[in-house]
């Protein structure tokens, strides 16, 4: 069974940085994507980042280009978006996710997900 376990949510203020994580359990290795979404009332899921399984090819939404980072540990098998300059808007409901054989790392079907963290951003 595979499983995709979250921590890292939690409130900051504007300008701060957060570091959210997402542990990978039963996932293989050798392909696909992974990939963090963000979700908030009224508006459809958005995914703000994306990176390979093999080779650490990372893709950014323009809303968090050059703010957010997506890493991985493949050793430890976990999952990391490292988020600076936090606004207002970043607030949301994070998501990771993994998808074995995608056609591509952004879309909104990816396989399996984590169970959410809350971030919120505040003056």
């Known amino acids: 069974e595979v499983r995709l376990q979250q921590s890292g949510g939690k409130s900051v203020q504007i300008g701060g940085s957060l570091r959210l994580s997402c542990s990978a359990y039963g996932l293989s290795s050798t392909g696909g994507c992974k990939g963090w979404f963000r979700q908030v009332p009224g508006r459809s899921r958005e995914q703000v980042a994306g990176i390979t399984t093999v080779g650490d090819v990372p893709y950014y939404a323009d809303s968090v280009k050059g703010r957010f980072t997506i890493s991985q540990d493949n050793v430890k098998n976990i999952l990391y978006l490292q988020m600076d300059n936090l606004k207002p808007d970043d607030s949301a409901m994070y998501y990771c996710?993994?998808?074995?054989?995608?056609?591509?790392?952004?879309?909104?079907?990816?396989?399996?997900w984590g169970q959410g963290a809350q971030v919120t951003v505040s003056s």
């Open positions: 996710a993994a998808d074995p054989w995608p056609r591509e790392c952004f879309h909104p079907n990816y396989r399996w």
